[in-house]
């Protein structure tokens, strides 16, 4: 389209109006079809199918590793399990070669040191074994008499007086029922480890012995425990003792727990017609008793001990737990003398262990 020049005129400055000629714009629409050449159309088509296969090979890449780390963190979990013995998670006795054997020099290193300081050096507080006082004896065949308080209670509430209890301070007897009690419920432990076959004595020795020398034979059968199975032993036959210790596991849990619990109640109250003064009184007495005896400064190792031995004996028994109890035991297991408690009510003795 042309248009003319148009030329207005002003007295002042006229001003000039040029209207040139212009080409309509060309608007794009989408809905016009763009004509492509033939070729150009092909190519288009084998880009968008190249493209299209790429995705599916990127998403199938994607599938495949996304499947792979499930299995293997599936597979991964399974295995700590089964050698953690259920819910339990790994113990000390799966780990790595090295690091066992660590383990392993570390408790007879211990076990040395154990009956070198307590039994033979004087530096301890106490007389050593050598030089033992009859205070000290007499003290022992007291405690021993009084086990499980059977012969104090029996001459205050029964009124049996055939024999006498010995009359000792109650927070000596309680130290010495506590250990005792907790120490008895060791015995379905042992005689249900799955690795106690790598011990080639009798867990009724090392159990009877334990009962009075506490870890002086607990130490080294941790120790022994760690080693490698042998595959031409052959597993012994369950004794007596323990098949009724099995068997009868939840009544050893009872006594033993309420054995420890006598003992701290009778430590902080028992015989308060004696003259043995409140808690602080009492308190005091048992400082000044655990840096003067020999026996009772070994409770305390032997408490420290079994703080340690029982959650690594229990997590690596936690299969012969019934159904529905791994986990609280797992949990409670790490709580002293309340998780070998858990232990006991819990076993599962119908199985074969």
Known sequence: MQCSVVTLCSSRSPPLLNFTSFKPLKIFNSRTPVLLPERSLNDAAFNADDQ???????LSATTSRGLYTRRKLISTMTAAKSRGGGDGG?????????V????????????????????????????PVWAISSETINSLIGLSLNFFF???LSNSVVGFHLVEAPVLHPM??????????????????????????????????????????????????MAIRLNEADDEYT?????????????????????GGIACLLSILWALYGRGDGNYGNLQE?????QSYLGSERLAYAFIWDICLYIVFQPWLIGDNLQNIRKGKVLIVN?????????????????????EI
């Open 100 to 127: 066992r054997n660590i383990v392993q020099a570390f408790l007879w290193i211990a076990e040395g040191v154990y009956i070198v300081w307590l039994f033979l050096l004087p530096y301890a507080p106490g007389d």
């Open 331 to 351: 949990f409670l297991r790490f709580v002293p003398v309340v998780g070998l408690i858990a232990y006991c009510l819990c076993l599962n003795s119908d199985d």
């Open 282 to 286: 009492r308190w005091e007495f048992l």
């Open 172 to 221: 000596s007897e309680g130290l010495f029922n506590f250990v005792i009690g907790w120490t008895l419920m060791f015995a379905p432990l042992l005689y249900t480890d799955k690795r106690r076959d790598r011990y080639k004595g009798s867990i009724d020795v090392l159990w009877g012995f334990q009962m009075f020398l506490t870890n002086t034979f607990l130490i080294p059968y």
């Open 52 to 58: 299209k296969k790429r995705r599916n090979v990127s």
């Open 90 to 98: 790994g113990s000390v006795s799966d780990l790595d070669d090295n």
């Open 150 to 152: 059977i012969l104090p």
């Open 235 to 255: 597993p012994k036959k369950t004794s007596e003792l323990g098949s009724v210790m099995t068997n009868g596991a939840p009544v050893v849990g009872l006594i």
